[in-house]
C-alpha cells in the first residue's frame, strides 16, 4: 500500500502518517520527490486500512500495490535508485561498465586485467574468486586468497571491485575486501544468501536466475532491501530457452520491462549471455541503445589461457576497441560514460 500525499502536506501530517505506520507494527518507507511525498506500507495492511487513513490530515489518495515485492517497486519510489560506490554512481544518467577476469587466476593475471579493463573505459574491476562451475572438476576458484588479490589491485588502481559470493562463509570473508557483492544466477533464489547479502550493508548485484520470470528476479531483490539494504543493482545474463546457437539468450526486452516496474538500476553481462566473444560487441550496443544502465564484460590478458570462460572473454585490445565503438550509442541515449 502506498500513501500520496498532498502537494500542501506538511512535515507534521507526514510524520503523523509515519508515526501510525509504526504503532501498528509495520513498517513505513519514505519516498520524498520534487512535488510529492510517498509512504510506502509494508506489513498487514488491513490494520492501517482500518484507520481510515485516506481522511488523515495532508492524504490525497491511496493506493493498493498488487505485487508482492514491494520496496523493488517502482510505485514505492518513482524516482530512480543510483548506487555509489567509491564514487562510481550506477543508476540515474551515468553508464558504468564493470570488466575484468571470469575467475582470479593470481595477482599478476588480475592485475593485468585490471589495467587493461581501466585502459579500455571500465570504472569497476570484476573478478571472480569463488566460481560455482557446473562441473566439480572445473576450476572452483582461489577463494579468500583471490578476494585478498582484488584488494590489492583496487589499492593500485583505484577501481572499486565485484566479486561473487556463493555461501554464507563467502560473505563473511567478501566483507573485507570487496565494494559489491554479486549473487550469481544459480543462487539466486537461495534466499538464506539474499538475506545474509542483504545485512552486509553492501551494495549487491542480482543476477537474473537460468529460468527466473521478472517478477521472481524483483521478489529476489525483495529478499535483499528487506534487510535493510537499498542498494541492489539487477544483471540481466541471459536465460535458459531451446536455442542452442548460443549458451543462453539474452532476454534484451528485460530493460524495458523492468524501467516499467522498478526503480533499481539494471545492467546487462553479454559476456554470459552468449558465450561467444564475436557477439559480445553487438549485444553492449544494443545494451546501450535499450536503456541498460550499463555492462558486465569479461576481460582477460591471454584469454586462449583462461582457467574459466575463455571462449567469451575479451582481450585487452579488442576491449577497448569494443569501448570506443560504445561512446557514441552510450551519447545518443543520453548517459555519462566517464
Known amino acids: 500500500m502506498i500513501v500520496i500525499m498532498k502537494q500542501n502536506s506538511t512535515q507534521e501530517n507526514i510524520d503523523n502518517i509515519v508515526n501510525t505506520i509504526h504503532e501498528l507494527g509495520l513498517e513505513a518507507h519514505l519516498s520524498k520527490g520534487a512535488e510529492v511525498t510517498l509512504i510506502g506500507v509494508v506489513g498487514d495492511k488491513e490494520k492501517f486500512i482500518q484507520k481510515n487513513p485516506q481522511i488523515m490530515p495532508g492524504v490525497e489518495r491511496i493506493i493498493t500495490v498488487s505485487e508482492s515485492y514491494k520496496l523493488a517497486n517502482k510505485k514505492f519510489h518513482p524516482e530512480p535508485t543510483v548506487v555509489d560506490v ?9 553508464f558504468v561498465i564493470m570488466a575484468g577476469p571470469c575467475a582470479v587466476e593470481s595477482k599478476e593475471q588480475l592485475l593485468e586485467s585490471a589495467m587493461a579493463a581501466k585502459a579500455g573505459g571500465a570504472q569497476i574491476l570484476r573478478g571472480g574468486a569463488y566460481k560455482p562451475r557446473t562441473s566439480p572438476y572445473s576450476f572452483q576458484g582461489l577463494e ?6 582484488m584488494a590489492e589491485v583496487r589499492e593500485i588502481t583505484g577501481m572499486p571491485v565485484i566479486s561473487e559470493v556463493t555461501s554464507l562463509r563467502a560473505i563473511d570473508a567478501a566483507k573485507e575486501y570487496v565494494d559489491i557483492l554479486q549473487i550469481g544466477a544459480r543462487n539466486m533464489q537461495n534466499f538464506e544468501l539474499l538475506k545474509a547479502a542483504g545485512k552486509s550493508g553492501l551494495p549487491v548485484l542480482l543476477k537474473r536466475g537460468l529460468s527466473a520470470t521478472i517478477d521472481e528476479w524483483l521478489n529476489a531483490a525483495e529478499y535483499v532491501m528487506s534487510e535493510g539494504n537499498p542498494n541492489v543493482i539487477l544483471c540481466e545474463r541471459g536465460i535458459r530457452t531451446y536455442e542452442t546457437s548460443t549458451r543462453n539468450t539474452l532476454d534484451i526486452s528485460a530493460v524495458p520491462v523492468l524501467r516499467s516496474k522498478t526503480h533499481l538500476p539494471v545492467i546487462i553481462d553479454p559476456s554470459h549471455a552468449t558465450g561467444v566473444r564475436d557477439y559480445v560487441s553487438p549485444l553492449c550496443k544494443a545494451a546501450a541503445a535499450v536503456g541498460a544502465d550499463g555492462l558486465m564484460v569479461e576481460v582477460h590478458p591471454n584469454p586462449a589461457c583462461a582457467l574459466s570462460d575463455g571462449p567469451q572473454s575479451l582481450n ?11 561512446r557514441p550509442f552510450i551519447t545518443l541515449a543520453g548517459r555519462k560514460f566517464e
Do not use: S, W
Open 316 to 326: 585487452p585490445e579488442d576491449f577497448k576497441k569494443v569501448c570506443d565503438e560504445l
Open 86 to 94: 567509491r564514487g562510481v554512481k550506477i543508476g540515474g544518467d551515468n
Open 144 to 149: 579468500e586468497d583471490g578476494l585478498k588479490y
